[in-house]
T-cell receptor, first 117, second 111 residues
């Protein structure tokens, strides 16, 4: 099956610094990538949807200037958490979809655990 | 009210038992229904994918959708310790890409 990787798998940073998380589709070209956030014992919440070569679409309540998303190629999307604060500590998961149809399956990455001190 | 409600558990059953996991939802426009399995500190893995109402079986797993009751179920037969994980129900409207997830049910299979 399709494989999506994330790097790093975990990161600890100081408050006020920026952190970049990479999401790669390893064996397919992802026209669309999604970024989710999951707090402990809670559901995955969609943060933003990004299509290759265009600006990301952010969900209501998600600050686009704080969570910068770049989808520069069909196999790579990055999420940068700028000026991170302890409340940004969470599990960040990306997913990727190969086709343009909404019915195509999304494949999820293994997630990145961010801890902001 | 959340769009998708799921009992968080934890649910603990002995090995070999039949497990029943359920979700209810409020948006009658949902057409696609999924079940994901998520191991600790890992991303979700798609288990079952169903369109509209009905049953779907895949090995030891059976998914049921009752749109009239806005209720979906996942049954696991002959449960194994390796089935211990968090199970997330998810659904979406046919014309949209956004997936709405339940909060997940933590399942533990006792050897």
């Amino acid at each position: 099956g399709a494989v999506v990787s994330q790097h790093p798998s975990w990161v600890i940073c100081k408050s006020g610094t920026s952190v970049k998380i990479e999401c790669r589709s390893l064996d397919f070209q992802a026209t669309t990538m999604f970024w989710y956030r999951q707090f402990p014992k809670q559901s995955l919440m969609l943060m933003a949807t990004s299509n290759e070569g265009s600006k990301a679409t952010y969900e209501q309540g998600v600050e686009k200037d704080k969570f910068l998303i770049n989808h520069a190629s069909l196999t790579l999307s990055t999420l940068t958490v700028t000026s991170a604060h302890p409340e940004d500590s969470s599990f960040y998961i990306c997913s990727a979809r190969e086709g343009a149809n909404t019915g195509d399956e999304q494949f999820f990455g293994p997630g990145t655990r961010l801890t902001v001190l | 009210q959340k769009e998708v409600e799921q009992d968080p558990g934890p649910l603990s059953v002995p090995e070999g038992a039949i497990v029943s996991l359920n979700c209810t939802y409020s948006n009658s426009a949902f057409q696609y229904f999924m079940w994901y399995r998520q191991y600790s500190r890992k991303g979700p893995e798609l288990l079952m994918y169903t369109y509209s109402s009905g049953n779907k079986e895949d090995g030891r797993f059976t998914a049921q959708v009752d749109k009239s009751s806005k209720y979906i179920s996942l049954f696991i037969r002959d449960s194994q310790p390796s089935d211990s994980a968090t199970y997330l129900c998810a659904m979406r409207v046919s014309s949209a890409s956004k997936i709405i997830f339940g909060s997940g049910t933590r399942l533990s299979i006792r050897p």
